[in-house]
């Protein structure tokens, strides 16, 4: 998840920024409209933090440009200014959500959350290998052997499978999956990825969730099954 953030006060931007990259976030910033509407331009991110107050132009005219392009992300903006004309013209606009400054940082971070939920394109099935999982239906096989998951177990290998080939943190999985801060909750992800392995990789030769050490966990990709079970609709 790739968010952009413009904002011209430095600290603010700091603050942002370290706080979602401490969330696992991928952040870029720009410090006003033209950098950012250029940053947008090259790269496709999956929410847009906005100031209001730019140095080179209106945070509302950044969100119209970004409103004619073919793809926008969800806009969550950010402001001094706690009127109310520029909270309804801002919504009018198009943006999805509003964060009057100063802000908690939880606050912002609840917020990114639900507006990346809200934003997120839901592919109706992930495919790794021979695994299959059917994100409309909730449903599961391998090798065409349909597996009966509990709800969590699902979402853990919907997760996983969603980033398929990329380590992924116990953090990272507690939080996706349960939606709270991670505390100290790594044996709740060890405890369940065991109950997946004994339904996904035990019954089958070849293993596909793979611990990677000092880190979490790992759906191996399986380039070659994978394209074979995906052309196969
Ligand atoms: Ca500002």
């Not at 011209?8 to 370290?18: K, L």
């Not at 970004?66 to 943006?95: C, F, M």
Request: aromatic share 6%.
């Amino acid at each position: 998840m790739r968010i952009l953030v413009i904002e011209d006060e430095e600290r603010i931007a700091d603050f942002i920024q370290r706080g979602l990259e401490g969330a696992g976030y991928l952040v870029d910033t720009a410090g006003d409209g033209q950098t950012g509407l250029l940053k947008m331009h090259n790269l496709d991110y999956d929410l847009l933090i906005l100031d209001l107050m730019l140095p080179d132009m209106d945070g509302l005219t950044v969100l119209e440009k970004t409103r004619n392009r073919k793809v926008s992300p969800p806009v969550l903006i950010l402001s001094a200014r706690s009127e109310v004309e520029d909270r309804v013209r801002g919504l009018e606009l198009g943006a999805d959500d509003y964060l009057v400054k100063p802000f908690a940082f939880e606050e912002l971070l609840a917020r990114v959350k639900a507006l990346l939920r809200r934003g997120q394109p839901v592919p109706d099935r992930l495919v790794a290998g021979d695994l299959v999982v059917d994100c409309l239906r909730r449903k599961v096989t391998r090798a065409g052997k349909p597996i009966d998951l509990a709800p969590k177990e699902f979402s853990i290998l919907e997760y996983l499978a969603r980033h398929k080939g990329k380590p992924l943190t116990r953090t990272m999985i507690v939080e996706h999956v349960w939606d709270m801060e991670y505390d100290g909750l790594t044996n709740i992800v060890d405890v369940y990825i065991r109950h997946l392995r004994a339904k996904i990789d035990d019954p089958f030769p070849v293993k596909i969730i793979r611990t990677v050490r000092g880190t979490g966990y790992m759906l191996e990709a399986g380039e070659t099954a994978g394209q074979q079970a995906g052309g196969s609709e």
